[in-house]
């Protein structure tokens, strides 16, 4: 499924360098202008071990087409090769919320990829990646080991089967956002907490897994254009009995297969990207409320304020000091 919902992982962490576990790396002028991401290694320590399940790297890429592909400057360990690809001595979730590429395993060969596609890529098991370049991707992805994580990844999911069409799922999505924020404050004892994140995000994905037997290629289309739609018009009205119609189908019906594959109606679903947008920007940016309303799709500012604080607990202006 389609999770171009990340154009707006930028409005999170809007950046035009690469943050690696020993600090700020800038990429070449050409990535620069044109790639936006994060990353985060981690080091293993003796505390962490006595989890068995320890967060090692995690992050976020957005690859515009036509960009280089891997940017930014990683360990050797976990280099891809043209030619090889790599192995690594880990486990990893990729989830593509943008953009098309390919995945190749040596236990599955050549893979189409497409947004709302995750990928596992499992330790010891070679494999490689990239983007479409008529196309580019956003990536998000984790990388964890133990030997609870390798327990739990063999005993749930498969290396011949790597490939899970899940969707666009905000919920899921903002655990990797999670995870990528607490790793980049290093806040005091936030890596049992993303490991704990992860963990969940192993376990929703079991579940939705289990769920892929009731969807048809169609109705994927219809989500992943739908919330296509939702992130290019965010900022204006959206009609979406109107828009079932022009899909072809009635409304209860598009609004059954929209709340199956993400979890949320689509008026909801519409509100809850509004808000996280709201968010990108009252933390990224020192716009004002009305222009930030505004451009998440709310004209007054009064209500904007009201329904804000609604869905989070505080007032827009407490939020952002609050992060920053």
Known sequence: ??????????????????????????????????????????PLSDETAKWELAVTNCGWTHVPPDSPYPPGEHPDAYSIHANTGRILEE??????????????????????????NIFLLFSSIRHSYQPNPTTGWDEHWIGFTGDYAKRLMSRFFSSRKPVLSIGNH???????????????????????????????????????????????????????????HILEAINTPIDFKKYAEGVGISYSSFRRIFKEHTGLPPNQYLLEMRIQKAKGLLVNTDLKL?????????????YFSRLFKDRTGCPPRQYRKSIR
Not at 2 to 11: A, C, P, R, S, T
Not at 105 to 116: C, F, K, Y
Request: aromatic share 10%.
């Open 1 to 42: 499924m389609i999770f171009f919902i990340h154009k707006m992982i930028i409005l999170f962490y809007k950046s035009r360098r690469f943050r690696t576990s020993t600090g700020w790396k800038s990429a070449n002028k050409k990535r620069a202008m044109t790639t936006d991401g994060f990353v985060k290694y981690i």
């Open 91 to 116: 486990e990893q979730i990729v989830y593509i919320t943008r953009g098309k590429g390919t995945f190749w395993s040596e236990d599955t060969g050549s893979l189409n990829i497409q947004a709302g």
């Open 170 to 228: 905000p919920d899921l999505l903002n655990l990797f956002i999670d995870i990528s924020t607490l790793a980049g404050r290093e806040t005091f004892g936030y890596r049992p907490i993303v490991a704990a994140k992860t963990l969940e995000i192993m376990a929703r994905l079991n579940a939705l897994a289990k769920q892929s037997g009731v969807r048809s290629d169609e109705k994927e289309k219809i989500v992943r254009d739908t919330c296509c």
């Open 290 to 302: 009305q222009p930030i309303g505004e451009a998440c799709g709310f004209d007054n500012v009064n």
